[in-house]
T-cell receptor
Framework: GAGVSQTPSNKVTEKGKYVELRCDPISGHTALYWYRQSLGQGPEFLIYFQGTGAADDSGLPNDRFFAVRPEGSVSTLKIQRTERGDSAVYLC??????????FGPGTRLTVL | AQKVTQAQTEISVVEKEDVTLDCVYETRDTTYYLFWYKQPPSGELVFLIR??????QNEISGRYSWNFQKSTSSFNFTITASQVVDSAVYFCALSHRFHSGGSNYKLTFGKGTLLTVNP
C-alpha cells in the first residue's frame, strides 16, 4: 500500500510570501503529525490532528503557522509571511493511535 | 518536560565492527514509549523499534539489538557486524500520552547520531 506522501518535495520561496505544504497520510490512519527538521537537528513537533481537529498545536512557533485537515485525511500546513528562519524540512507522519508513526519524505522549504 | 540526549554526534567504524549508539532520556511520565528511527541519505525516517516503559526486556532483530535500562533512563542500540548500508543518521525518540485526552503520541527526538560505516 501507499505510504505517506508529501508535496511538493522542494519549495523555494521569497521572504514574505505565503506557502502551503500538503500531506497525504496512509489510508485509515486517524492520527496525523507535522514536524520540522532543521539542518543537523532531530525533528521537532509542530501539530497533531486526531481526525479533523487539531488536538495539540503547542509546537507551532507563532501565529504565522497554521494547519488544517478538513476531511480527516489530507492535511495542509500553511505558513504566512515566510521568514528565512522558516527554512527547514517539514515532515508529516501518520499512525494508528499508539502504533509507530510512518513518516513521509518531507518537503524541503527554502526561504530566500 | 521531556528530553532525549544522544551524546554521540558522529561515529565512524569499519565494516564488520560492532557499534553501539547511546540514548538517554528524561521524562516525568510513568507510561511512555521509546523509539529508534533511521534516516538514510535519502532523508525518509524509517521506524526501527518501539519499546513500552513497562517492558524492559532486551530485544534482538537480526543484527540489531536494543538494551533498555529504566534505572539509568537509557535505551541503547547496537548494530552487530556493521555494513556500509547501515550508514545513516539514527534518532532516538520518546513519546508520552498527552494528558488532556485523545491519543497524542507526539515524539520528542534526540539530535541524532551520524553513523558512517566504511568498507
Amino acid at each position: 500500500g501507499a505510504g505517506v506522501s508529501q508535496t511538493p518535495s522542494n519549495k523555494v520561496t521569497e521572504k514574505g510570501k505565503y506557502v502551503e505544504l500538503r500531506c497525504d497520510p496512509i489510508s485509515g490512519h486517524t492520527a496525523l503529525y507535522w514536524y520540522r527538521q532543521s539542518l543537523g537537528q532531530g525533528p521537532e513537533f509542530l501539530i497533531y490532528f486526531q481526525g479533523t481537529g487539531a488536538a495539540d498545536d503547542s509546537g507551532l512557533p507563532n501565529d504565522r503557522f497554521f494547519a488544517v485537515r478538513p476531511e480527516g485525511s489530507v492535511s495542509t500546513l500553511k505558513i504566512q509571511r515566510t521568514e528565512r528562519g522558516d527554512s527547514a524540512v517539514y515532515l508529516c507522519a501518520s499512525s494508528l493511535t499508539v502504533g509507530e508513526q510512518f513518516f513521509g519524505p518531507g518537503t524541503r522549504l527554502t526561504v530566500l | 518536560a521531556q528530553k532525549v540526549t544522544q551524546a554521540q554526534t558522529e561515529i565512524s567504524v569499519v565494516e564488520k565492527e560492532d557499534v553501539t549508539l547511546d540514548c538517554v532520556y528524561e521524562t516525568r511520565d510513568t507510561t511512555y514509549y521509546l523509539f529508534w528511527y533511521k534516516q538514510p541519505p535519502s532523508g525518509e525516517l524509517v521506524f526501527l523499534i518501539r519499546r513500552n516503559s513497562f517492558d524492559e526486556q532486551n530485544e534482538i532483530s537480526g543484527r540489531y539489538s536494543w538494551n533498555f535500562q529504566k534505572s539509568t533512563s537509557s535505551f541503547n542500540f547496537t548494530i552487530t557486524a556493521s555494513q556500509v548500508v547501515d550508514s545513516a543518521v539514527y534518532f532516538c525518540a520518546l513519546s508520552h500520552r498527552f494528558h488532556s485526552g485523545g491519543s497524542n503520541y507526539k515524539l520528542t527526538f534526540g539530535k541524532g547520531t551520524l553513523l558512517t560505516v566504511n568498507p
